[in-house]
């Protein structure tokens, strides 16, 4: 077997997750790198999913079915189940609401095998709706967008597995930003490479973690998850913080970066006018300046009142980003991308020269080159709210 050829684990945990499910499973074994296992982890899952599982797994033979009977694992808890359920030295993570492109593993194969001293690969991946019709494309200008910290999506990482268990697997500690965690710490084992080519499509749908927990824990965790990423950027270890949070009573309020990552999730979910009712709003902290309490307010009145034309605006943007970056991650380029804080550059091609810095950009800049809120969430607690 060469290296090109390298069995390949693919892991998905699974509750829950009709009427998606056939897409995600579909898209994996049509894949046109087949030397893998499907392992799909059904943690208690009540909806039908578990006998559509059962069909699929009589139908393939690269599919391997577990199952945890009880309650739930959790985000992290169910990800490190089936991950350590994996055989083959590489682990590819599979979201059950998503699409892998058929191209993903071959290609994440060939990155892999070409850097040995690699320990991950994602990609970068287009935004869905949960008809499956596509809402946003791929942002090239991560690569030189120096407040980035987690450029790809969870689902399209593929891991080395020693390294995964070298750094202990998801933390549950970091649950709903676990997959961010997992990223910063195999950066510390090795080089991390980043595809710039869509081989993920990442779907808002209403059955992710996110949705359907309790969502004071998500908003809590989240704004955990800022003040950490805040403190990685700084250049320091953001462990003591995740100490101290388990340590302390919960937080009653959050910051306003929190607000807008999730103000931001709700308008591509499709319910922006709950962002009135959530959580995070009647608990942000509006004591930051008037400038950011201002911006905000327009940017979550302007999701109420036409979020057609807040949505339209947001992908015309990205797209001009992404048009205006075809230079510096050109397809067919690996890069590498590093975990540490750097101001002036946020990747370095294997092939290519650096990318300049970008150039200062405002806040409403800022706020178009996020449709997910994830450089909203990556850039510390004013990453949002405060310009680059």
Known sequence: MGQAD??????MPVRNAMPFLDDAIISILAQTHDNFELVIGDDGSTDGSSGRIDEWARRDKR???????????????????????????????????????????RAQVQALCAEPAAVIVGSLYDYI??????????DRSVFRNGRCVFPISHGSMMIRREAFERVGGYRPECDYWEDVDLFLRLGR???????????????????????????????????????CLAAHCQGRDYDPL??????????NSVSLSVLAQVALERLWRGNPRSIFR??????ASFSESRRNRTLILIFAAWAWLNPASLRTLLSLRI?????????????????TWPTAWQV???VRPLHRESAAPRAHESLFEEVLSAPDGRLVANAGPQGFLESV
């Open 129 to 138: 709706d949960r008809s499956g019709r596509r809402i946003g494309g791929r």
């Open 278 to 283: 959530s959580w995070a709003w009647r608990h």
């Open 6 to 11: 390298q069995a390949v684990s693919v892991v």
């Open 319 to 335: 797209g001009l980003a992404d048009w205006r970056a075809r230079h510096i991650a050109p397809d067919g380029i690996v890069h």
């Open 344 to 346: 002036e550059t946020n």
């Open 63 to 105: 599919i391997r079915v577990i199952r945890n009977q009880g309650a739930g694992l959790g985000p992290a808890g169910s990800a490190n189940w089936v991950a350590r359920a994996a055989i083959h030295p590489l682990i590819a993570r599979m979201d059950a609401d998503d699409i892998s492109m058929p191209e993903r593993l």
């Open 242 to 251: 995740i100490e101290e949070n388990l340590r302390s009573e919960p937080r």
């Open 189 to 227: 084992q090795g080089r991390v490479l980043i595809l710039p080519e869509v081989h993920y499509r990442y779907r808002y749908s209403p059955t992710s973690s996110r949705q359907v927990s309790n969502e004071a824990m998500v908003t809590r965790a989240l704004d955990l998850s800022v003040r």
